[in-house]
């Protein structure tokens, strides 16, 4: 995730130590110890019940995690965080600090629902007026803090793929503390909370079977359930429900939270050997299902998740960091959201939200490919090789062919071309711009919405998330009207048939209409995520016009001067593992702007983790956009990298809102990695 409500000059790297790309070659001692700051915020989650504090976790290695529910990059952190979890329970304890971007993150229910959605089993500290991220200076979404059993800060990184790093520094901690005679070992202040027992839980995506039947992802379940076309019984449900990755039959394969679904024709189910694609996300494959054999199979993906810039995203291929076009199965893929199969190619688009692009898979082919996106986080149009999406999260077909996306962390509804992979905006403004807010398109605003649907009068219906509200965009007027509110976090519509939706009305009701249909051609089934079901809503004959304002996240600003401007990213590379060099300079660094005027000169991406940019003096704000990478292998500075070493990228985005000030800094400092 790109953005960050406050900016800070700290740097826990020295780059005074740092080869041409300013990361340094070994980790850097701590000489100054630093007393980790209180953990405050509105409640603790989690726990028992019981309020904490530092000296409440004493004796253990503490780990902090700062996230936010909607950030894609936040959730691969979870996953990461998982294994170490288990390894050193009796010495870990993760606390994991929600810390807002959009106005609903901020409400105790939907921090409940996200702790409940995504399994997190650690304390949270929820931190709605991020205190305590301003006391840690976070900079961005996830930012991680490692706090030894003295209770002093010895780590801080921003982004993912630190878990190999962490198992270091954690390692070293016990060894260290183990020794000292600080580490308390035991069970840690970790309560579960009761396991709700519920037909769904946090469903994603819904879509009908060729039989009528519709089939929806109950994604926290791990797992598919099929009901009768009213979608009021369920036939069967597919998966263990059990998080895994098996194939097999129908009730032994395995899932883990899978998304959307789509259906393939049957010229192309006859070619390919299955007739549904499922997204499953957290295991960053696609799965085919054979509705006839009863198997599920994996089609597309190798089940670890794709990073931007490694060298090893590619089966048996290192340093390709082209733009892929190749056999599914061997390319790493990242969050696969949602998926759509377009007549027109005759393949399935994917929103991969992991990576904020748009790929297109053939499925008779086996092949998959970079459709649209830059896999830059934000919100720009053009052409396939141009477009900057933010987790693209919902999909469906035009009347003409074309895709509309919901393009969730930019809050927009956008419009691709599926051949030329080509996009336009249809609402939406940007990262930090929200809200709930009806009227003209260019005026009109949306929170998070994760599902788009075209209505038969040919507007488009949209699942607008984090207003619990179903919202239309009207091609004829150009504008956004309400349909629904009051729900709780929807994510996807299905548009009800007659036939279906007037088997579930009442006789009497059907009585009353001229042919028994009329009611039931204004219905949608609203899959109702935060309650667990699937729920029936009548589109109004009056669209509600609602205006409750536009807002934008708040994030400090930091002055900085304007005329030329350093720009420096610190990477301490972990104990154990080297830069890679074989295939040149192993860091990378992106920096943009909105509006992209700000930077007069040096934005653009290059290798190095530094760069003179100019700011434009003419302008009095802005928000610079900072992408860095690094990557590194296990081996000893200095030495060769072992043959079959693994590998590790470090990378972060970085949305930071600037104020020109004449007396300001000339540079701005950023922290990939200290520790």
């Known amino acids: 995730m790109t953005n960050s409500p406050q900016e800070t000059a700290a740097s826990a790297g020295d780059p005074s130590a740092a080869s041409s790309s300013t990361a340094s070659k070994s980790a850097a001692p701590h000489v100054v110890k630093v007393r980790a700051p209180e953990l405050i915020g509105r409640r603790w989650m989690n726990s028992g019940g019981k309020e904490l504090s530092l000296a409440d976790l004493r004796g253990k290695v503490i780990l902090l995690d700062f996230w936010t529910f909607c950030c894609i990059n936040c959730l691969h952190v979870l996953d990461e965080l998982r294994p170490l979890e288990e390894k050193y329970a ?38 709605p007026d991020l205190v305590t991220w301003q006391a840690y200076t976070a900079r961005a979404w996830p930012t991680l803090a490692v706090i030894d059993p003295e209770g002093y800060l ?47 839980f946090y469903p994603g995506k819904v879509t009908a079977l060729p039989s009528g039947n519709l089939l929806v992802a109950d994604s926290g379940h791990h797992s598919l359930v099929e009901y009768d076309s009213s979608g009021q019984t369920i036939i069967r449900r597919i998966g263990t429900g059990e998080r895994g990755a098996d194939d097999g039959d129908l009730t032994s394969a395995s899932f883990s939270e899978p998304g959307g679904i789509t259906v393939l024709p049957d010229d192309v189910a006859a070619k390919a050997g299955y007739h549904l694609v499922v997204a499953d ?37 290192y340093g390709e960091l082209g733009r892929y076009d190749g056999p599914a199965l061997d390319v790493k893929l990242s969050s696969p959201w949602d998926v759509l199969f377009v007549p027109s190619t005759a393949e399935v688009v994917v929103a991969m939200a992991g990576n904020h692009t748009i790929w297109s898979f053939d499925p008779e082919a086996g092949a998959i490919r970079l459709l649209s996106g830059t896999m830059n986080e934000g919100l720009a149009d053009g052409d396939s090789e141009n477009a900057w999406f933010a987790q693209t999260s919902g999909l469906d077909l035009s009347s003409d062919g074309d895709v509309f996306i919901a393009d969730s962390e930019t809050s927009a509804i956008r419009r691709l071309d599926p051949n030329t992979g080509a996009v ?14 009806d009227g003209p398109a260019a005026e009109a605003r949306l929170q998070h919405p994760l599902g788009v649907r075209r209505l038969p009068d040919g507007s488009i219906a949209i699942a607008d998330t984090y207003n619990g509200a179903i919202r239309r965009y009207d091609f004829t007027t150009n504008e956004v009207s309400t349909l629904a509110r009051g729900l709780r976090e929807p994510s996807d519509i299905f548009v009800l048939e007659a036939a279906s939706a007037a088997s579930a ?88 702007s909105t509006p992209p005027e700000l930077i007069v000169s040096g934005d653009g991406g290059a290798e190095g983790l530094k760069r003179d940019i100019v700011i434009n003096p003419e302008l ?54 200290g520790a």
């Open 424 to 437: 336009s905006t249809l609402i939406g403004e940007g990262l930090f711009d929200f809200g709930f807010r």
């Open 281 to 317: 996300t957290v295991n960053h494959t696609l799965r085919g299902i054979n509705l006839e054999t009863e198997t599920v199979t994996t089609i597309a993906g190798t089940g670890a998740q794709h990073m931007v810039g490694a060298i090893d995203n590619v089966v048996g291929t």
């Open 154 to 200: 010895v780590a801080t990184l921003s982004g993912e793929g630190h878990g190999a790093g962490l198992g270091e520094i954690i390692e070293g901690l016990i060894e260290e503390h183990s020794a000292k005679g600080t580490l308390h070992s035991g069970d840690g202040p970790y309560v579960p909370p009761p396991a709700p027992e519920t037909e769904l």
């Open 620 to 673: 009095a704000s802005g928000v610079l956009h900072v992408t860095a990478r690094a990557a590194a292998c296990d081996g000893e500075p200095g030495g060769e990298i072992p043959l079959h070493a693994a590998c590790h990228l470090y990378q972060q985005d970085w949305g930071i809102p600037v104020d020109l000030v004449a007396s300001a800094p000339a540079e701005l400092t950023l922290d990939l990695r």
């Open 505 to 592: 009305a009442s006789a009497a009701s059907a009585a009353e209409s001229t042919d028994g249909t009329e009611a039931a051609e204004a219905e949608l089934l609203i899959v109702e995520s935060a309650s667990h079901a699937l729920t029936r809503v009548k589109l109004p004959k009056d669209a509600q016009r609602v205006d409750e304002g536009a807002l934008t996240s708040n994030r400090p600003s930091t002055e900085i001067a304007s005329g030329p401007v350093s720009v420096t990213v610190s990477f301490t590379v972990p104990a154990g593992q080297k830069l890679d060099d074989r295939w040149g300079d192993p860091t990378y660094l992106q920096v943009s």
């Open 90 to 127: 009796q010495e870990l304890v993760i606390v994991g600090v929600h810390s807002p971007k959009f106005e609903f993150e901020r409400t105790v229910e939907a921090v409940d629902q996200a702790v409940e959605r995504y399994q997190v089993e650690h304390l949270v500290l929820d931190d």
